[in-house]
């Protein structure tokens, strides 16, 4: 088995997002809704809902450490890595790259070959 990447285009440019002040926005991608965000000139996919008991991520907020912090019971998931700082919860995290083609996040899946 073999983990693959498959990559969909969510915008042409940033500037075609609506960021929300706390630097995140909500995409659909392939028929998923994905919480985006900027922190320190960096970009991050991660799930729409936290992993806890469903709180919307883009209503939390970015902490000054890089953690998502989740509205609902304030759990703290690094952007980087999706692990919970207490270590209970996992955040499911995404690939994102913006390049000259536009912006685009990946899902790995696992392929047979
Ligand atoms: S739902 Fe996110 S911390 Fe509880």
Same mark, same amino acid.
């Not at 000054?64 to 703290?76: Q, T």
């Given at each position: =088995? #073999?983990?693959?990447? /498959?990559?969909? #285009?969510?915008? %042409? /440019?940033?500037?075609? &997002? %609506?960021?929300?002040?706390?630097? =995140?926005?909500? !995409? ?22 936290c992993?806890h008991?469903?709180g !919307? ?6 902490? +000054? ?5 989740c ?6 998931? +690094? &952007?980087?890595?999706?692990?919970? /700082? ?11 790259? %913006? ?15």
């Amino acid at each position: =088995m #073999k983990k693959e990447t /498959s990559w969909f #285009k969510v915008a %042409l /440019s940033l500037n075609e &997002l %609506l960021w929300q002040p706390n630097n =995140m926005t909500v !995409v659909e991608v392939n028929g998923k809704k994905i919480t985006i965000a900027k922190f320190n000139n960096e970009l991050f996919a991660f799930a729409y809902k936290c992993p806890h008991a469903g709180g !919307v991520m883009a209503e939390g907020f970015i902490d +000054s450490l890089g953690n998502a912090v989740c509205p609902l019971h304030r759990y703290k998931f +690094s &952007l980087k890595t999706g692990r919970n /700082s207490t270590g209970e919860e996992y955040l499911k995290t995404y690939f994102i790259k %913006l390049n000259e083609d536009g912006l685009f996040v990946g899902f790995e899946e696992n392929k047979w070959f």
